[in-house]
DNA sequence: ATGAAAGCGCTAACAC
DNA sequence: GTGTTAGCGCTTTCAT
């Protein structure tokens, strides 16, 4: 710690002064411009550190054009999917010199519209819209600014609007066959809200992955869920009227098994041993379950890095066409949730 | 969605020449300064709206040397302790028009420096401070250039340092006598990393509360974990390795719980029927642990609303004197880990 | 009540 | 290689 200068503000100027140098030369020094003198270089570097400056973003962003933020749009923070993502893409972000508007929808088309607006204002220089669903709604201003941004699974690229798409068929594929190895034939699936697209492509890769191994779906084994942990466990009440029992259930997300873990556990039913669950997200807490959850992992901190890069390059190289592709594979992570299945029996006895 | 202007960049100027008026009058608009006829208020609008016209921030701090952003320094946003502050910190924030500048030092006191660095570059009017632990290492350079910053549960206060400051005692307090309620008398606690100050005043409150009520604490039954799950599953196992067992044990952390919980689990130890949990926090996942946890609450939303007012009276207030105190107290939540103890096998001696 | 003009702190031409 | 200077987009006196 330096005894510092505590007057009125400093600013490049003062330092120029007392640097004896123009302020151009400090401009030049601070953005380490290779072209000056080593010697005032150093004569300027430590009137800065003397005085502890640190030059104003604000103004520089002015003159340069240059904001050095992305925004990023996630709908809840406290949604146990967007932690990972929040902290991954600010660990980039750091490392490349930017700063993130972190902004959340909590799932109000007029927060999302406040959203939108808070990143023009602040002249963001890309936009994450990491929120599966309102996307379209707001963002024509966005576009219409050519802001680049990047979307999870939406429709078509168009020029500066990036694209993650995600290989959901892949971990599903993988986590039926798992149960079906595991000798489950009765597979109930619990789906997300199916207005949302990422929803309702888990429920249709589900049905094509059974019917690719030939096991049949009983439509009664499918419920609707809406990707909360109460949902889920109100879909499993559903399934657990049903005259005969699933043996194993997929889960649209982590949170909705969770659900069904606890409905489980009020009702004596124990996993895996007698029912068998499957997740789809991976998020953190799936390891903390008791059993800790078998599930079908879409990497958040892969999601937002490639996001971060979706957005760095659109910055970087005004080569982008229109529109760059990123592709994200899920894929299954075994835990203890899952097992064989129990042998054909009558629904086991709830125990105290 | 109107048909919005394409070309070059529209400004202030852009605006005041349609509505054939001067800059002057198009930011007093803007500005809703009332002196402004209505007129021309109108005109101003409409080409604002025609052209989808927002204010450039930047410019606006510049000029106004106010930024409208506030600081907020977590450890890890994947601390599950962490989305619910930063959740509410945004939403209040969106409501009085601030943004926020979330950091996280990740443990790392060079990511802390960085943090700072950050703030300052962004000309943050205040920060808050909810890492618990790193506080005072690099926080001059913010104390010295005046910025109004609040931390949670620091030394004395300065001016336009606040200091929210936990009541521990209640909620600890209301903890060891629900347990002492239910007959407990081995009861054991594992502690945070005690280097924070936080971890440690949690220790003493306990053994407090304990002596308080006339209960011995066996040394064996303190044991150090660290705040992480696998911290209070190390820590556990070295209750599990006592000659007695406690029947409950108070964790310093719901992570630790957690740790302590899937532990049990391994061993086939069941809670609350062979042993009672209790938690402190009361993060979100607390309620979603099978059986959810017991635990004493200390309110997220609570303290990043306390925070933000923090912040936001040391902005608009000048008259604030010394840094304000605010308080928040902790409370026991009863949920289902906690239980009557076990009878006892064997009888400890009792020595009078 | 409105307009003209002077900056806010910085970068980037452009001269030297 | 270094300095001079004209803005970046806005707010805010100060005249009118």
Redesign the pocket.
Known sequence: MLAQYCG?????????KRA????????????R?P???????RRVWSVVEELG??????????????SRIFGLIVSEITNPFFPEIVQVFENIAVQHGYEILLTSTVHDPKRMEISVRRMIERRVEGVAVMTFGMEELVLEDLKLRNVPLVFVDVGPSRAHVSNIRIDYLHGIRQAVQHLAALRHERIAFITGPLQLRSAATRQQCFLHCMEEIGLTVDPKLIVEGDHTMEGGMVAFSQLLKQPVMPTAVLCSNDMTAIGVMRRCHEEGILIPRDLSVVGFDDIRMAQFMLPPLTTIQMSQAELARLAFHALLSEVQNESAPNGAEYFLKTSLVLRESTGLAPSRKSRPEKSG
Chains 1, 2 share one sequence.
Request: glycine share 2%.
């Open positions: 009125p503000p400093m600013d490049i100027r003062e330092i120029a004896k140098v123009s302020t151009a030369t400090v401009s030049r020094t601070i953005n411009v072209s000056v003198n080593p010697q005032l270089a400056y640190y030059p104003n973003t604000q103004a520089r962003a002015l003159v340069s054009g240059k």
